[in-house]
């Protein structure tokens, strides 16, 4: 990439699925041509609950492990958003249903990483480099994807966007490095002096000019109070890996799909967010999880309809490093897990239906009595991508996750 073209970007950023009527999962139409298809992958980082995600209110145990923090069913005050009448999506993820809806939006649940570990490191490096279990590995799948990716045109062909180039983005093949760091932002408002002439002038007003001022305050103040208790909380900077904190507007879906509209060569897109380590007070529709999904989910309806006809060629994959417990802590949060759900959004996708083998939430049922389990590895998910979408052959998908022996038979719900 050379210095002009680094520049213009940089000035921008500062398995198939169920067809209609079957029961196997796959791409709707396997005909196209793949040297135009994009894979955008999100991680979020610190263990997403994705059980109060897509939630399984039709499963009275649903409500009885998790009776402070379980999300009411769908037609109560900030509830869920029926999906399929067993599953419904948090109401803070209100802005995806109408791709729900054009069945471009997919979930796939009580699925991850097969490993056992509740280490957010590890377990991250698991998933970047796709091979989990194996501590040595060095590169990551998103990198070696790169090198198996058809080419047909020149220019930056991966990008990654944060503060650092990431283990899954690591290897041989380029990747343009763009920084989207978010910080405490001081402004004039943070002054006591100005502060307190403006709230003379706008703080007793009872008319919109004045509510609009308070409003503001109260969310400039909440946004940096956030970052803050962020940075004091050690296990919190561990699990965030250096990825920032979404926070209401974040426009980070309307700056990536410009990104890719002025550069079209790109073809595989990684970025991160972090705060999902949701202890304590975790909330249900509303809450401290639900302030982190509403944005998440403004932000790829904002994606998905910026990138205008280049969204029928793009496939975003939302995942997490692991879930969280079945059951609610003392503290009204969730502690680490194992099984999640992974989201997929995208023009090719025939979606409106949420995949994958569940077996509900029994104990018996539970990873080790507790845990949504792993019944689909994510690398199965991520293989039928890679080669239905991408154009990779049976090698090269073998080449992005060697060793992986799973199978690509229909996931199917039990």
């Not at 998905?304 to 280049?310: I, R, T």
């Not at 989201?343 to 025939?350: E, T």
């Not at 979408?389 to 199978?407: E, H, L």
């Amino acid at each position: 990439m050379d210095r002009r073209e680094f520049l213009q970007l940089a000035s921008i950023f500062s398995l198939s699925f169920l067809l209609p009527g079957s029961r196997g999962w796959c791409f709707s139409d396997g005909k196209t041509e793949n040297h135009n298809k994009r894979l955008i992958v999100i991680l979020l980082r610190g263990a997403v609950d994705g059980l109060n995600v897509v939630a399984p209110y039709g499963d009275p145990i649903y409500y009885d492990l998790r009776p402070k923090i379980g999300i009411p069913a769908p037609g109560a005050v900030d509830g869920l958003l029926d999906l399929d009448g067993h599953f419904g999506l948090n109401p803070a993820a209100q802005a995806l249903m109408p791709y729900w809806h054009d069945k471009k939006l997919a979930f796939v649940h009580a699925s991850g990483s097969p490993d056992p570990s509740r280490s957010h490191f590890q377990a991250q490096d698991y998933m970047e480099t796709g091979m989990p279990g194996q501590p040595t590995a060095s590169t990551g799948w998103l990198n070696r994807l790169v090198a198996e990716v058809p080419a047909k045109q020149s220019g930056v062909r991966a990008v990654s966007i944060g503060p650092v180039l990431p283990r899954i983005c690591s290897g041989s093949e380029s990747f343009a490095s763009l920084s989207n760091r978010i910080e405490p932002q001081k402004s004039l408002l943070d002054t006591p002096e100005i502060a307190s002439v403006f709230e003379g002038l706008y703080c007793n007003k009872k008319d919109e000019l004045g509510r609009a001022f308070s409003e503001g305050m109260a969310a400039h103040h909440e946004i940096n109070d956030e970052l803050i208790r962020a940075k004091a909380d050690q296990e919190q900077i561990a699990a965030n890996h250096g990825a920032p904190i979404l926070r209401a507007g974040d426009p980070f879906g309307t700056k990536l799909a410009a990104l890719l509209k002025k550069a079209p060569s790109i073809r595989v897109v990684f970025l991160d967010f972090g705060g999902w380590d949701t202890h304590v007070n975790q909330g249900t529709g509303v809450g401290n999880l639900a302030r982190r999904i509403s944005p998440l989910a403004g932000g790829l309806a904002d994606l998905a309809n910026g990138l205008g006809p280049l969204f029928k060629d793009s496939t975003i994959v939302i995942m997490s490093e692991f879930g969280r417990t079945a059951a609610q802590n003392v503290n009204n949060g969730t502690d680490h897990g194992h099984g999640n759900v992974m989201w997929l959004l995208g023009g090719d996708i025939a979606g409106g239906k949420v995949y994958g083998r569940w077996g509900g939430l029994s104990p018996n049922a539970l990873y080790q009595a507790r845990d949504l389990p792993t019944t689909t590895d994510f690398r199965s998910v991520l293989s039928r991508i890679i080669s239905e979408q991408m154009g990779v052959s049976a090698a090269g998908v073998a080449r992005i996750f060697p060793g992986f022996k799973g199978t690509l038979d229909p996931f199917v719900r039990t």
